[in-house]
């Protein structure tokens, strides 16, 4: 059973960039109120919404110390949580994307999860439920790796997204903040630099809720993660792979092509897709749902639309059993 914290307990410094979702901002820092644990600081950061957001905060029965900063110009995630990072003066950092709830252990569990862990783990991450528009559990993440994760990274192995992660601000003052530019794969890129400073650990439960629209929510610009982010995490970190050997090189090749081209073949780019994941299987054929995902993206939209479809209405058909 959870218990409430103390006073003597580190401040976490939770960062919401937020962008022209008034009311699901509203959900979200309603769910940080909720929480277990008491020292708190929340930074919101108002990344130039079309209307201010702060007037809109005023509605919330908030006992938490409650900050809001806002962009004189929209700058993009990246630059609102690091406008946040550098605001926050908590011991941890956590982050909570506008659209996202979480449930009221998160945070203790994470604070737990470092003070049990030691000064060595830098970075504490959870467990995911995914929702749909109607509020249905479409899918759960369970997080697997821990320790030194960085060969797990090469590897393509996954961690989680921001809403999930809470990170020691020492570790961001040795790796650095987030690299603004970068349009998509930032968080991939962020923990490729923290995993050289300090050990990831795990809350393998799903506590944290991620909403979506289903393929409204792919809502990732393909072309510039295909023209910007690709390229240039390659850039960044693959001499970082070829130090640890001709494999991860290989494998962090293999597995960011394919991260990029089933992101074309979800968008309809299959030429794109085709050519990437041919990429990824080249320099490392062993990778089974690469070959489904080259099926599919050879098949364009013939193919690939009416699986979409089948697997869609197999799960409404499976939901109602």
Not at 164 to 176: F, H, L, P, Q, Y
Not at 188 to 196: D, G, T
Request: glycine letters at 8%; proline letters at 5%.
């Amino acid at each position: 059973m959870a218990t409430r914290s103390t006073d003597s307990d580190p401040l976490v410094s939770v960062v919401v960039p937020t962008y022209g979702r008034p009311e699901t901002v509203l959900d979200a820092l309603d769910s940080v109120a909720t929480q277990t644990y008491d020292n708190i600081e929340v930074v919101v950061v108002d990344d130039h919404s079309p209307e201010p957001v702060e007037p809109r905060l005023r509605e919330l029965s908030f006992d938490v110390q409650l900050r809001c900063l806002r962009h004189e110009e929209n700058k993009g995630a990246n630059a609102a949580r690091n406008t946040g990072i550098r605001a926050a003066t908590g011991e941890f950092v956590a982050f909570l994307d506008d659209d996202d709830v979480w449930t009221s252990e998160v945070v203790e569990r994470e604070v737990r999860t470092f003070l049990e862990g030691g000064d060595s783990v830098g970075v504490v991450y959870t467990g995911s439920i995914m929702q749909n528009g109607d509020g249905e559990v479409i899918g759960t993440y369970t997080p697997e790796v821990s320790g030194d994760v960085l060969t797990d990274l090469f590897c393509g192995r996954r961690i989680a997204p921001f809403s999930n992660i809470m990170v020691r601000a020492s570790a961001i003052e040795d790796a650095g903040v987030l690299d603004e530019r970068f349009p998509s794969l930032q968080d991939r890129e962020w923990y490729f630099r923290l995993a050289q400073h300090c050990e990831f650990e795990p809350v393998r439960e799903p506590l944290v809720v991620h909403r979506t629209d289903d393929d409204a929510r792919i809502s990732d610009d393909f072309e510039s993660k295909r023209d910007v982010s690709y390229p240039l995490l390659v850039e960044k970190h693959r001499s970082l792979a070829a130090d640890h050997g001709d494999y991860y090189e290989r494998r962090f090749i293999a597995s960011l092509s394919k991260t990029v081209g089933a992101a074309g073949l979800r968008t309809g780019h299959y030429r794109d897709a085709v050519t990437l994941l041919g990429r990824a299987l080249r320099h490392y054929p062993l990778m089974p749902d690469a070959y489904v995902y080259l099926g599919l993206a050879l098949g364009g939209r013939f193919v690939h639309r009416p699986v979409v479809f089948c697997k869609r209405k197999a799960k409404n058909l499976l939901s109602g059993v």
